[in-house]
């Protein structure tokens, strides 16, 4: 049986206007003045959009849900018989994120959801993405962060375990999340086992991020406005949209200012048009050539999601073949070390200051770099309390060449165990503080104020007690290019 995502238009209320077409990337404002940003266009020209901000209640904590299964929804993933890749997958497929959403927000056992948030502070028309929706949403982000930020938005979380919660349910106790943040090593010895892009079940009682998004019908179709309308589901908006599981019947009265009504009705009939749903994955970057289906390196240069379908005619038949194929990351992760005379990295042992590379294999068997910037000193700290600590800190970081290399002033871990307490304050030319942390894991990357300004000198003051509880002070200058 199909199941597609119904956008249901009665004549009855249109007037029609031909050649506009909606592109990736494009700011969307709807009837009721909410705005998004175009992420998905469907063939028949409808599209999703993004909502410009995170959704953000005072008060009101974006859980997925309690312990509870939603009857309305299919349980996605947690099939045991259907172990590795293809639960993720599976998943994958789910796009009915309107659906879910309403299947939530109407199970009255829990009212303090993400769906909730966005159902009862959003305009109508918003709702919490599937799985899906979100992948594909990830896959374009190149495409969709500066349009995002150009009409005042944000754009979507990168830090350190960002995930966003979809619509999609795993099992009883976890639901699907989306993961938006930049990868993260398990130490430079293991595999990196945080993937951007990567599909992670979470417990439901967890709090993540929630973006809404929105279905935009096509942009041929407008609406007569001074209109009322009431379809028989109960919707009084101009149009609807549905995922009909079986033969429907759908009508739609619409009203005028003066009480003189007309009725539109049609009915859609499912049918199992011999449709195929196939799944597979493939390393970023990888030419694919399977079920007839052909990409090239160039296609999965980008991690996500990327959907192809196909339509196959045997005699007077024709089958439809979609194929979901998962682009797993071959991600590129740099580690900084600060080490005594050698530092030990896979039983290689280094003696000298520099850029060394390893490859390793990921969870999904892609290849993953990392790359470690090591420095080698032959001074070891004094721990004793007689002497201040031989602190070695650079001069200079790099943070406009976006190469992961020298883009943070910090105090390196080799230092940690012979330091109890610490602050450090940094000043501009001018004399004012533009940062101060009493953290021995501090990480400034040059920003004051939120931004950051390149080419500058800046002054620095450490002051920190020793183990024994020795006060000393260090100054020096760091420039930030």
Not at 43 to 58: K, Q, R
Not at 73 to 97: E, F, K, Q, V
Not at 380 to 389: I, R, V
Not at 451 to 460: A, L, P, Q
Request: proline share 6%; glycine share 6%; charged share 15%.
């Amino acid at each position: 049986m199909r199941k597609t995502l119904l956008f249901l238009i009665m004549t009855t209320a249109l007037v029609w206007s031909k050649g506009q077409t909606y592109h990736v990337g494009d700011l969307y404002t709807a009837p009721d003045s909410s705005k998004g940003i175009v992420f998905y266009v469907h063939p028949d020209g409808g599209a999703w959009i993004v909502a410009l901000n995170d959704l953000n209640i005072p008060n009101f904590p974006l859980r997925w849900s309690v312990s509870v299964d939603i009857p309305t929804i299919p349980n996605l993933g947690s099939d045991p018989s259907s172990p590795g890749l293809y639960s993720p997958l599976l998943a994958m497929a789910d796009t009915a994120g309107y659906n879910n959403t309403m299947g939530i927000v109407n199970y009255s056992q829990y009212t303090i959801t993400a769906a909730h948030g966005i159902v009862n502070n959003l305009p109508p028309g918003w709702y919490l993405p599937a799985v899906g929706q979100l992948c594909l949403l990830f896959a374009q982000l190149p495409l969709i962060e500066t349009p995002l930020i150009d009409a005042g938005g944000s754009p979507m979380k990168s830090g350190t375990w960002d995930t966003y919660w979809s619509s999609s349910e795993m099992d009883i106790n976890n639901a699907w999340t989306v993961n938006f943040s930049l990868p993260i090593p398990q130490g430079e010895n293991n595999y990196i086992y945080s993937h951007s892009g990567e599909l992670v079940p979470e417990l439901k009682s967890t709090i993540r991020n929630v973006r809404a998004v929105r279905s935009i019908p096509p942009p041929n179709s407008y609406y007569d406005t001074t209109l009322t309308y009431l379809w028989n589901t109960g919707s009084t908006e101009t149009h609807i949209q549905d995922v009909p599981l079986q033969n429907t019947a759908y009508s739609v009265t619409v009203t005028n200012s003066y009480g003189c009504t007309n009725t539109a009705a049609t009915s859609v009939v499912v049918l199992d048009n011999g449709t195929q749903t196939l799944y597979d994955t493939i390393c970023q970057g990888a030419t694919y050539d399977n079920y007839g289906f052909t990409l090239s390196a160039e296609e999965t240069d980008q991690a996500g999601v990327i959907v192809r379908t196909r339509t196959v005619t045997t005699a007077d038949c024709e089958s439809e073949i979609t194929l979901f194929l998962l682009v797993a990351p071959s991600d590129t992760v740099y580690v900084e070390k600060f080490a005594y005379l050698s530092y030990v990295w896979n039983d290689i042992t280094y003696n000298e200051s520099g850029i060394y590379t390893q490859y390793f294999n990921s969870y999904t068997g892609c290849d993953s770099v990392v790359i470690l910037q090591l420095t080698i000193t032959d001074v070891l700290p004094s721990g004793d309390g007689t002497d201040s600590l031989a602190i070695y800190l650079p001069n200079t970081i790099t943070p406009s060449r976006n190469d992961g290399l020298n883009d943070y002033f910090y105090l390196p871990e080799y230092y940690h165990p012979f330091i109890r307490e610490f602050e450090i304050s940094v000043f501009n030319r001018w004399g004012n503080l533009v940062f101060y942390s009493t953290d021995k894991n501090f990480k400034w990357q040059g920003e004051f104020e939120d931004k950051t300004f390149y080419d500058i000198v800046y002054n620095y003051l450490i002051r920190y007690r020793n183990s024994i509880g020795k006060t000393h002070v260090l100054k020096g200058t760091i420039t930030v290019l």
